[in-house]
């Protein structure tokens, strides 16, 4: 919904029974083996760099850092994993909107090796780099807001149930901060993750940084503002679980950890 022109699809709904009456319910799962294979390593990395960034602004691990340094070391860890989340994400939006391409390209790829294989023939390093500043532009405000979501609703939590212990919460406030957190990621960022969806998909890896704004004023001129939010409520809907379970675990597997090292 994202990429294409307006009219192609009516909706979220009118797109998922579309996908289903021409490609069959495994055209639902186009463009997954790229963000299965690398979401590890892109969490890993997102959430050591927002640890490190944490520690670098207070000085101690110990130390409680305030939201405004929560949102720092956020934009901090999205510029730091958007080297693995641009061609992780590159791959998957090529392999999902294929479909429409193939005629064009008279290539199917039947995954991201091919593909990626593909674009380093064509492009070189530019075919794996492709929109790598659109996913820098996009994860700065991006992370910022999915970590201070997320720990403003969890000491509101704490104030609220734990006497403002956030370390004794239970799974499903660490959940509900989560979805809070995946919520706020998206409210904020959702037109650049739209700008470089439409980048990644283009004919050829662009030059420049001028390419963000190009691309913000074509989609603009084609659906005006309604353009920047197509396919918005699937996305959000998606980050509630995604995100409470992300944060959820993180919490509890770090308080294990801690528990063990004592």
Same mark, same amino acid.
């Given at each position: 919904?994202?990429?294409?022109?307006?009219?192609?699809?009516?909706?979220?709904?009118?797109?998922?029974?579309?996908?289903?009456?021409?490609?069959?319910?495994?055209?639902?799962?186009?463009?997954?083996?790229?963000?299965?294979?690398?979401?590890?390593?892109?969490?890993?990395?997102?959430?050591?760099?927002?640890?490190?960034?944490?520690?670098?602004?207070?000085?101690?691990?110990?130390?409680?850092?305030?939201?405004?340094?929560?949102?720092?070391?956020?934009?901090?860890?999205?510029?730091?994993?958007?080297?693995?989340?641009?061609?992780?994400?590159?791959?998957?939006?090529?392999?999902?909107?294929?479909?429409?391409?193939?005629?064009?390209?008279?290539?199917?790829?039947?995954?991201?090796?091919?593909?990626?294989?593909?674009?380093? /023939?064509?492009?070189?390093?530019?075919?794996?780099?492709? +929109?790598?500043? !659109?996913?820098? =532009? #996009? %994860? $700065?405000? *991006?992370?910022?807001?999915?970590?201070?979501?997320?720990?403003?609703?969890?000491?509101?939590?704490?104030?609220?149930?734990?006497?403002?212990?956030?370390?004794?919460?239970?799974?499903?406030?660490?959940?509900?901060?989560?979805?809070?957190?995946?919520?706020?990621?998206?409210?904020?960022?959702?037109?650049?993750?739209?700008?470089?969806?439409?980048? /990644?998909?283009?004919?050829?890896?662009?030059?420049?940084? +001028?390419?963000? !704004?190009?691309? =913000? #004023? %074509? $989609?603009? *001129?084609?659906?005006?503002?309604?353009?920047?939010?197509?396919?918005?409520?699937?996305?959000?809907?998606?980050?509630?679980?995604?995100?409470?379970?992300?944060?959820?675990?993180?919490?509890?597997?770090?308080?294990?950890?801690?528990?063990?090292?004592?």
């Amino acid at each position: 919904m994202q990429i294409e022109k307006a009219g192609v699809f009516q909706g979220p709904i009118d797109c998922l029974l579309k996908t289903v009456k021409n490609e069959g319910v495994l055209g639902l799962y186009k463009g997954m083996a790229s963000p299965l294979v690398g979401i590890a390593a892109v969490n890993s990395l997102l959430f050591w760099a927002y640890s490190y960034g944490k520690t670098l602004q207070t000085g101690s691990a110990d130390v409680t850092p305030t939201l405004r340094q929560i949102a720092v070391a956020g934009a901090g860890a999205g510029i730091v994993n958007s080297v693995l989340a641009s061609p992780v994400e590159l791959l998957k939006v090529r392999l999902q909107v294929q479909y429409n391409t193939a005629s064009e390209a008279n290539t199917v790829f039947r995954g991201p090796i091919p593909l990626a294989r593909y674009l380093i /023939q064509q492009f070189g390093f530019r075919g794996i780099a492709w +929109g790598f500043w !659109a996913t820098v =532009a #996009r %994860e $700065i405000p *991006a992370y910022a807001a999915f970590y201070a979501g997320f720990e403003f609703t969890k000491r509101r939590f704490a104030d609220a149930l734990t006497n403002g212990d956030a370390s004794k919460l239970g799974t499903l406030p660490l959940m509900l901060s989560g979805s809070a957190g995946g919520v706020s990621l998206w409210a904020v960022s959702y037109p650049l993750d739209v700008i470089k969806s439409r980048v /990644q998909n283009g004919k050829a890896p662009p030059k420049g940084l +001028g390419y963000i !704004a190009a691309t =913000a #004023r %074509e $989609i603009a *001129a084609e659906q005006g503002i309604k353009g920047f939010f197509r396919g918005f409520s699937p996305t959000v809907i998606r980050s509630i679980p995604a995100a409470g379970v992300t944060f959820a675990t993180y919490e509890l597997v770090m308080r294990a950890l801690g528990s063990n090292s004592k």
